[in-house]
C-alpha cells in the first residue's frame, strides 16, 4: 500500500512539474513579456480572419509585428549562437519572419526574395544591439568598439555575400526555366553551373568515329517538326505552278510560318526571341530540296552559336482524272501537283547557318 502511494505521488509530483514548467513558459510574469506580444498576435490573427477589407490588413499587419517582436525577445533572453559567430539563432528566425512579413504574398508565404535576404536582414538584426544601450524605459545610441564593429562588418560581409549566392541560384534556375534550351549546351567550362543530374532531352548520334552523344534542344526540334506539317499543308497537292512562286519567295513565307510556329509552340517561354527560322532551296534532279533552319541566337559554348536542319524534298506528280495518281514520266501532264517529302528527324550542327543563295 505504501509503495502504490508513493507511485501516486511520485506521479503526481511529475505533472505537477510540467504544469509550473508550462505555466512559466505561458503565463508571462509581468504584462510587459515577451508571452504578451506572442498572444497579441494570435489574438490579431484570430481577428484578422472575422475581418475584411483594409481593417483586416491593418490588424493582420499588427499581427505580424506582434510575433515578430515577441519572437526575438523570447530567442535573445538566453541566446544560443550559430556556430564559428557571434549570431545569435535567435536572430536566425527573427529574420526569416521579417523576410517573409516583408516579402510574402497571397500566393506565395514563401517568395525566392524571402529565402535570398533571410541571412542580411538576420546579420543586421545581430548588428542592431551593437550600436544601442539603455534600459527597456530608455535607450541611446553608441558606437561599439573597433573589435566589435570589425567582427559586425565580417558578419554584414558574410551574410550580405551569402545572399548574393542564393540569388545568383534562383537567377540561374530562372533562366533554365524560361530558357530550357540551355540546358543542352556543354557547362564543362563552367565555375558556376554544375550538372548533377542529366535532362532529360532528344539526342543525336555522333559522327563515325566519334563516341560523344550530342544533346539536342527539344524546343528546336519542336519548332521544325510543327514547321514541317505547315510546309505540307501548304504545298502538297498545290498546283505546281504556285508550289514554285511560292519558292521564289520561300525566305518570307518560312519566316511567316516560323512566326507563327514558334508563338504557338513556345508562347510560355522567354527563350521564344531567341529562335528564329530561315530556309534554304537547292534543285535537284526530281524538283527542290528545301532546308528548314532552326537557328538559336541565344547563348552558347559555340562561339558561333548552333542551328537544327531538317530537309523536304518537294517533287511534281502528275494526276490523272482517270487513273489518279500516277509518275509524271508515264503520262501527259492532265494536272501537276507538288508533294513533300521530309526527314523524320531533325540534324543538330554547331556553327553558323549556311549562306543564303
Same mark, same amino acid.
Given at each position: 500500500?505504501?509503495?502504490?502511494?508513493?507511485?501516486?505521488?511520485?506521479?503526481? %509530483?511529475?505533472? +505537477?512539474?510540467?504544469?509550473?514548467?508550462?505555466?512559466?513558459?505561458?503565463?508571462?510574469?509581468?504584462?510587459?513579456?515577451?508571452?504578451?506580444?506572442?498572444?497579441?498576435?494570435?489574438?490579431?490573427?484570430?481577428?484578422?480572419?472575422?475581418?475584411?477589407?483594409?481593417?483586416?490588413?491593418?490588424?493582420?499587419?499588427?499581427?505580424?509585428?506582434?510575433?515578430?517582436?515577441?519572437?526575438?525577445?523570447?530567442?535573445?533572453?538566453?541566446?544560443?549562437?550559430?556556430?564559428?559567430?557571434?549570431?545569435?539563432?535567435?536572430?536566425?528566425?527573427?529574420?526569416?519572419?521579417?523576410?517573409?512579413? +516583408?516579402?510574402?504574398?497571397?500566393?506565395?508565404?514563401?517568395?525566392?526574395?524571402?529565402?535570398?535576404?533571410?541571412?542580411?536582414?538576420? +546579420?543586421?538584426?545581430?548588428?542592431?544591439?551593437?550600436?544601442?544601450?539603455?534600459?527597456?524605459?530608455?535607450?541611446?545610441?553608441?558606437?561599439?568598439?573597433?573589435?566589435?564593429?570589425?567582427?559586425?562588418?565580417?558578419?554584414?560581409?558574410?551574410?550580405?555575400?551569402?545572399?548574393?549566392?542564393?540569388?545568383?541560384?534562383?537567377?540561374?534556375?530562372?533562366?533554365?526555366? &524560361?530558357?530550357?534550351?540551355?540546358?543542352?549546351?556543354?557547362?564543362?567550362?563552367?565555375?558556376?553551373?554544375?550538372?548533377?543530374?542529366?535532362?532529360?532531352?532528344?539526342?543525336?548520334?555522333?559522327?563515325?568515329?566519334?563516341?560523344?552523344? &550530342? &544533346?539536342?534542344?527539344?524546343?528546336?526540334?519542336?519548332?521544325?517538326?510543327?514547321?514541317?506539317?505547315?510546309?505540307?499543308?501548304?504545298?502538297?497537292?498545290?498546283?505546281? %505552278?504556285?508550289?514554285?512562286?511560292?519558292?521564289?519567295?520561300?525566305?518570307?513565307?518560312?519566316?511567316?510560318?516560323?512566326?507563327?510556329?514558334?508563338?504557338?509552340?513556345?508562347?510560355?517561354?522567354?527563350?521564344?526571341?531567341?529562335?528564329?527560322?530561315? +530556309?534554304?532551296?537547292?534543285?535537284?534532279?526530281?524538283?527542290?530540296?528545301?532546308?528548314?533552319?532552326?537557328?538559336?541566337?541565344?547563348?552558347?559554348?559555340?562561339?558561333?552559336?548552333?542551328?537544327?536542319?531538317? %530537309?523536304?524534298?518537294?517533287?511534281?506528280?502528275?494526276?490523272?482524272?482517270?487513273?489518279?495518281?500516277?509518275?509524271?514520266? &508515264?503520262?501527259?501532264?492532265?494536272?501537276?501537283?507538288?508533294?513533300?517529302?521530309?526527314?523524320?528527324?531533325?540534324?543538330?550542327?554547331?556553327?553558323?547557318?549556311?549562306?543564303?543563295?
Amino acid at each position: 500500500m505504501q509503495s502504490l502511494l508513493k507511485d501516486v505521488l511520485g506521479f503526481l %509530483s511529475f505533472f +505537477a512539474g510540467i504544469y509550473e514548467g508550462s505555466k512559466k513558459i505561458f503565463l508571462p510574469p509581468k504584462a510587459y513579456a515577451w508571452q504578451t506580444f506572442i498572444y497579441l498576435s494570435v489574438f490579431s490573427w484570430v481577428f484578422s480572419l472575422l475581418s475584411a477589407g483594409y481593417v483586416r490588413t491593418i490588424i493582420a499587419f499588427l499581427g505580424w509585428l506582434f510575433l515578430i517582436a515577441g519572437t526575438a525577445w523570447y530567442t535573445t533572453e538566453d541566446p544560443l549562437r550559430v556556430p564559428g559567430t557571434f549570431m545569435p539563432v535567435g536572430a536566425v528566425i527573427t529574420g526569416f519572419l521579417v523576410s517573409v512579413f +516583408a516579402f510574402s504574398n497571397p500566393e506565395n508565404m514563401i517568395t525566392s526574395r524571402t529565402i535570398v535576404l533571410w541571412p542580411t536582414f538576420s +546579420a543586421i538584426i545581430t548588428a542592431v544591439p551593437e550600436f544601442v544601450e539603455g534600459t527597456d524605459t530608455s535607450t541611446k545610441a553608441k558606437l561599439p568598439k573597433p573589435e566589435v564593429r570589425k567582427k559586425v562588418i565580417v558578419l554584414l560581409g558574410t551574410s550580405m555575400l551569402i545572399s548574393c549566392w542564393l540569388q545568383f541560384y534562383f537567377v540561374i534556375d530562372n533562366w533554365l526555366v &524560361q530558357y530550357p534550351s540551355l540546358l543542352t549546351d556543354n557547362f564543362e567550362r563552367s565555375n558556376f553551373v554544375v550538372r548533377i543530374v542529366e535532362p532529360q532531352i532528344e539526342t543525336e548520334e555522333a559522327p563515325a568515329g566519334e563516341t560523344e552523344v &550530342q &544533346q539536342i534542344p527539344k524546343n528546336g526540334v519542336t519548332i521544325l517538326d510543327t514547321l514541317q506539317i505547315r510546309v505540307e499543308e501548304e504545298l502538297n497537292q498545290t498546283p505546281w %505552278s504556285q508550289v514554285e512562286r511560292w519558292l521564289i519567295d520561300v525566305t518570307d513565307e518560312v519566316r511567316r510560318l516560323g512566326n507563327q510556329v514558334i508563338n504557338q509552340t513556345l508562347g510560355e517561354y522567354e527563350e521564344r526571341n531567341l529562335w528564329r527560322v530561315e +530556309a534554304r532551296v537547292t534543285n535537284i534532279e526530281s524538283g527542290y530540296e528545301l532546308n528548314l533552319l532552326s537557328i538559336w541566337n541565344g547563348p552558347s559554348s559555340n562561339r558561333q552559336g548552333y542551328y537544327l536542319e531538317k %530537309s523536304c524534298r518537294i517533287e511534281p506528280i502528275a494526276i490523272s482524272e482517270i487513273s489518279g495518281r500516277i509518275p509524271l514520266s &508515264q503520262v501527259e501532264a492532265i494536272n501537276t501537283v507538288a508533294e513533300v517529302e521530309c526527314d523524320p528527324l531533325s540534324r543538330f550542327i554547331a556553327g553558323a547557318p549556311p549562306a543564303k543563295q
